[in-house]
C-alpha cells in the first residue's frame, strides 16, 4: 500500500490543524492506521493509531487530549486533528499502515508494515 500525507504547515501555538494520509493499492480496511513523528535530533515517537474499522483509537500520553484520530474507509483516509499546538509538537509527522487480521492497534512501529513520506507541522511559539 502507498501513503500520502499531508497537511502540515506552520501555525502558532494554540492553534490545530488537520493531517490526511491517503492510502492506495489495496484494500485500506485490512490495516490498522498510525501516526508517527520525528521531532529535530530526536527518535520517532508514536502519536496515535486507530483500529481496521475506527473502532479503537490509542494516543501518545503526551498529547492526549489535544488528538482526534479518525478513518474514511470510503476514502481511504486517516485523518488526525491536532489542537492546543505547542512549539513542543514542531515535527515530521508520518502516517503508517499496519496489515493485520485483528481489531487491535499498535503504538509500536515495528508493527507497521509501509510508511508515508512525512509531512512537516512546525508550531511558532
Known amino acids: 500500500v502507498q501513503l500520502q500525507a499531508s497537511g502540515g504547515g506552520l501555525v502558532q501555538a494554540g492553534g490545530s490543524l488537520r493531517l490526511s494520509c491517503v492510502a492506495s493499492?489495496?484494500?485500506?480496511?485490512?490495516?490498522?492506521m498510525g501516526w508517527f513523528r520525528r521531532a529535530p535530533g530526536k527518535e520517532r515517537e508514536f502519536v496515535a493509531s486507530?483500529?481496521?474499522?475506527?473502532?479503537?483509537?490509542n494516543y501518545a500520553d503526551s498529547m492526549k487530549g489535544r488528538l482526534a484520530i479518525s478513518r474514511d474507509n470510503v476514502k481511504n483516509t486517516v485523518y488526525l486533528q491536532m489542537n492546543s499546538l505547542k512549539p513542543e509538537d514542531t515535527a515530521d509527522y508520518y502516517c503508517?499502515?499496519?496489515?493485520?487480521?485483528?481489531?487491535?492497534?499498535?503504538?509500536?512501529?515495528?508493527?507497521?508494515?509501509?510508511w508515508g513520506q512525512g509531512t512537516l507541522v512546525t508550531v511558532s511559539s
Open positions: 503508517a499502515a499496519d496489515f493485520t487480521v485483528t481489531g487491535a492497534t499498535s503504538s509500536h512501529s515495528s508493527s507497521y508494515d509501509h
Open positions: 493499492g489495496r484494500t485500506f480496511s485490512d490495516y490498522a
Open positions: 486507530i483500529s481496521r474499522a475506527g473502532t479503537r483509537t
